[in-house]
């Protein structure tokens, strides 16, 4: 694995995980997306990860949006949601923090909704919280969708202490020494990276130190290999060819309970 720059994917676009660990730099695992798993579940993930690959962690959707009836969480389901800094949700928030020391992860992704607007009464919330949590050593990543302009995003961003998300084919990183680039299902047009965008991204990794660059494309894994190829100074293959059934998130013992 580089020093510098990790390549990998967002989740598992294979059925066979220990094939795509095999072929990655880093995964962002999407366990903890909605309720983080228990600790027992995230050891038995730790046991089973290689240690040549490094991991980021998504947290739990329900700090922005307040879970709908059924879901079990502890206390009031009022008290989730909104960036409040309720008890619900320091306690939430603790527990994604929980699962991603457990895993060993460099990163912690939030991923806010295009119903988190950038009003003035959600940025206040919002940077309120950060306040109050404790981060334990963690980046937080953040990606907002939405009616959000990508310079108000950074600006946000770089107030509230986060590292801004982004696609790099699409918009320029923050300053700063590290990047998190995400690229997701749009960015390859439903098939794989071509040279050009290979070589944009290569040029948009330079100029930072500590990058991490994950992809939910379609050819996911085909994109890792052409990237990696292509930030060696080498030529992306022509057909590589990506083995397996795509599956996100089903059927292997790394799944987490």
Known sequence: MSERVRVGTIGFPLRDR????AAVEIVELG???????AKAAAKRIKRAWPGSVAVSAQCSSYLVERPRGGVQLPGALAGYGGFEA????????ARCTDFAAAVEARSLVLITPPSFTPGPSNLARMTAFFAAVERR?????????????????AAHA?????VLAVD???DPAPEGDAAYFRLGPFASMGSRLGLYDLERLAEAVAPFSDVSCVLDTPRALDDVRN????LAGGTPDEDPGQDGDEDDDEGDPLDAD
Do not use: C, K, Q, Y
Request: zero cysteines; glycine letters at 8%.
């Open 168 to 170: 790099p084919l699409r």
């Open 227 to 230: 990237l990696r190829a292509v």
């Open 86 to 93: 309720s008890e619900e949700n320091l306690a939430l928030f």
């Open 31 to 37: 366990d903890g997306r909605f309720t983080p798993p």
């Open 158 to 162: 770089a107030e509230m202490g986060l």
């Open 137 to 153: 050593g963690l980046a937080i990543v953040w990606e907002p969708h939405g009616p959000w302009e990508h310079e108000r995003a």
């Open 18 to 21: 220990r094939r795509v660990l």
